[in-house]
Each structure stands twice: as structure tokens, then as C-alpha cells.
């Protein structure tokens, strides 16, 4: 895949309803790219995900421009995780790089994640607006505080302390980012990356980036966000139980059983006080208690009994989650060993082979009644090769 020393670099451009920055803002990718070209050879993958505005009409204009450009397009609005897993089967580069066609994140940050992988060794390099160096720029408030704060959620769940976790802005080792069996179809496949990544021990890098939405403000009406809040919200949660679903149960299990046990020890503080009025009868003093305070007594067994069971749900979690990890990672590792030996197979196949000579058995001196004996023994009569 490499030419002249230049590895293939397929970068993958995602469009829904884009039609109002499409055109220009491919324009500006397209001209950064030429920058690299030195260093680098480049295919672009345009996604036209389902659009019902003129995005595929303008993205088939892109096509015929640019002869590195290749265009994909959904029947249907699948989502941005139908949209990478399409791009991802497609492309051929060493290196994926993942970026939105919105140019929220401008072209440079190309160069930046390109330099980094190549340096680092990594497969994958996250590009986060929130770690120390990186910047946020126009940006509405509620995206932006929606955006920060669920990543400070996901990045409390995940291991790794990385600070963005949902950005799409990316550079993947291409045939590592092949391999992966990916399951969804929206946003939370950018979460989903990097759990899957984690789990095969691949190396994760973060490098600051600067978030801009200028370029949207300036689009006005032409443009309008494809995220749904409530969408994202719920996508958010899902993906953090996912990293770490033991501490979503255990968790709330942990403190629901420390207040069962105020709850409790209350109403056994109340029982031993019922007892000298009860004659010291245990069963008159528990009537007491149930007469005079009978919500405590209910709560306090309805919370134990919910804790016991969030903190043996979370330890079933637990067992399951390593239970997947590990079952991800051998049908992983199966998955690359099998490519590995069709591989070979088809180029042991493709090179050509020098014929294989047999050697004749030397003939045997026999008598001619021994010679005519085996001739009759021929089917067609013939003389057999050791009575030639």
C-alpha cells in the first residue's frame, strides 16, 4: 500500500443534510490535502448518509472533480455509525482518518492526527477540545455544556482519563480499525471505538484540538444540527454502562444498603425501647413499632432487599463484562489469525510452481515366461513399466 514511501491515508467524510456547507467545505479539505501530498497519498470516502436536501446531487458534482474523491450513498438515513462502519469496510488506507464535514475541527487538525499516529504507534488518536491545550469557540452553550459534562461522564466509566470520548475526530490504524466488529448505528459508535480498542490493548492517544463552530454560525439557516439531545442523552448513558456496567449497579447498591441500614438500625433502636412497655414479649414490642411507625419498617426492608439485589446484579455485570472481553478479544485474535493464513494461501497459490518430476523404477530383469504372465495381467494388454 505504499508508494514511493507515501502510506495511503483514506480520510472519510460522513454528510447528512449538509447541502449548505458541502461544497465548500470539501473544497477546503480538498486544498489542505494537497499540502500533504508529499508525505502522504490520500482516497476520501464522502458518506452521503440518506440526505433529503441536495447533498447527493452536490456531492456527485464533488466526484467528478476529484479523482481521489470516492462517493457512497444510503438509500436511507442509517447514522453516523452505519456511515463509519460503510467507510470502514471500503477503505484501503494505512491510516483512517474519521473527521465531520462541518469543519467544527479545522483541516489542520489532519496533519495533527496523521503526525501523531505516526509517531506514536498508535491505533487510534482521539482529538479532544477539552483535555489542557485544547480550545472550544463559538459553540452554543447547551451543546456545549451537554457535550462536556457527557464526556465527563463516559470518561468517569472508562479507563484510559481521556477527556473526549465522543468527538469524531480521529486517526485509526487502518487495517487495526478494519478488524473491529462494530454494532452501532448512531453516535454511540464513537464511545463503542474506543471500549473495543481498549479490550484488544490497543494504544489510545488524546492530543488537544480547538473545537470551532464559526463556520456553522456563518451558515445561518443553510445548516441546522443532526444531534438530538434526548437522543444523545440516553446514548450517553448507555455507552457508560457499557464501559463499566458493575459500577451503575454497585454503586447505587452500595448506598441504598447504607441507608436500609439507618433505616433498620432505627427501627431496632424503637424495638429494644417497645420492650419494657411489652413485658419484654418480642412479638408485642414488634406490633409497637409496626403500629406506631409502620412506612419506616416497609422502607427499611424495601431498600435492603433492592440493595442485596443492585449489589448481586452488579456482580453478575462484572463476571459478564470479563466474560465478553475476553470472548471479544480470542474471536478477535481467531479473526486475524484466519486472514493471516488465507493470506498466505493465496499467495502461496499465486506464485508458480516448477513442475515435479517423478522417477521411473528402474526395470527388473524377468524371464520371458514372467514377462508374458504380467502382459496378460494388463487390462488393455499392455506390457507393464516393469516389463519394459
Not at 474506543?194 to 480547538?210: C, D, F, S, W
Not at 424495638?271 to 412506612?295: N, T
Not at 484466519?338 to 528402474?362: G, I, K, T, W, Y
Request: hydrophobic residues 45%; charged residues 20%; contains cysteine.
Amino acid at each position: 500500500m505504499h508508494a514511493g514511501g507515501r502510506p495511503l491515508v483514506t480520510l472519510v467524510l460522513p454528510a447528512f443534510n449538509e447541502a449548505g456547507v458541502l461544497e465548500s467545505n470539501v473544497e477546503a479539505v480538498m486544498a489542505y490535502l494537497a499540502s500533504l501530498e508529499h508525505a502522504y497519498r490520500f482516497e476520501v470516502l464522502l458518506i452521503n448518509d440518506g440526505s433529503s436536501d441536495d447533498s447527493g446531487p452536490i456531492a456527485e458534482r464533488l466526484r467528478r472533480r476529484f479523482h481521489t474523491l470516492r462517493l457512497i450513498n444510503h438509500p436511507l438515513n442509517f447514522g453516523l455509525g452505519q456511515a463509519f462502519k460503510t467507510a470502514f469496510a471500503v477503505s484501503r488506507g494505512d491510516y483512517v482518518i474519521t473527521f465531520d464535514v462541518d469543519l467544527s475541527y479545522a483541516p489542520e487538525h489532519i496533519g495533527l492526527l496523521l503526525e501523531t499516529i505516526v509517531r506514536e504507534r498508535a491505533k487510534v488518536v482521539l482529538a479532544s477540545a477539552y483535555m489542557p491545550g485544547g480550545k472550544v469557540t463559538n459553540v452554543p452553550w447547551k451543546r456545549h455544556l451537554l457535550s462536556r459534562w457527557g464526556n465527563r461522564f463516559l470518561r468517569f466509566f472508562a479507563r484510559g482519563n481521556f477527556s473526549t470520548l465522543t468527538c469524531m475526530v480521529r486517526a485509526y490504524d487502518g487495517p487495526f480499525v478494519r478488524r473491529l466488529f462494530l454494532r452501532s448505528t448512531g453516535m454511540d459508535i464513537m464511545p463503542e471505538l474506543v471500549q473495543k480498542t481498549m479490550i484488544l490493548n490497543g494504544r489510545i492517544v488524546e492530543v488537544p484540538a480547538h473545537l470551532d463552530w464559526s463556520r456553522q454560525l456563518e451558515a445561518g439557516p443553510m445548516r441546522s444540527s443532526s444531534m438530538r439531545v434526548m437522543r444523545h442523552i440516553v446514548s450517553t448513558l448507555v455507552s457508560g454502562f457499557i464501559f463499566r456496567p458493575f459500577v451503575m449497579l454497585l454503586l447505587p447498591g452500595l448506598l441504598l444498603f447504607l441507608f436500609s441500614i439507618y433505616v433498620n438500625a432505627w427501627v431496632i433502636y424503637e424495638f429494644v425501647h417497645a420492650l419494657p412497655g411489652a413485658d419484654g414479649q418480642m412479638h408485642l414490642a414488634a406490633l409497637v413499632v409496626y403500629r406506631d411507625h409502620p412506612q419506616t419498617l416497609f422502607i427499611g426492608t424495601l431498600s435492603l432487599v433492592l440493595s442485596v439485589q443492585l449489589i448481586g446484579m452488579g456482580a453478575m455485570s462484572l463476571q459478564s463484562a470479563r466474560y465478553f472481553k475476553d470472548t471479544y478479544y480470542m474471536g478477535s485474535e481467531l479473526r486475524r489469525q484466519l486472514e493471516r493464513a488465507s493470506l498466505h494461501d493465496s499467495q502461496a497459490m499465486s506464485e508458480p510452481r516448477a513442475p515435479v518430476e517423478h522417477p521411473r523404477p528402474r526395470a527388473s530383469p524377468v524371464d520371458g515366461e514372467l514377462r508374458w504372465e504380467l502382459e496378460r495381467a494388463m487390462p488393455d494388454g499392455s506390457p507393464s513399466d516393469e516389463s519394459r
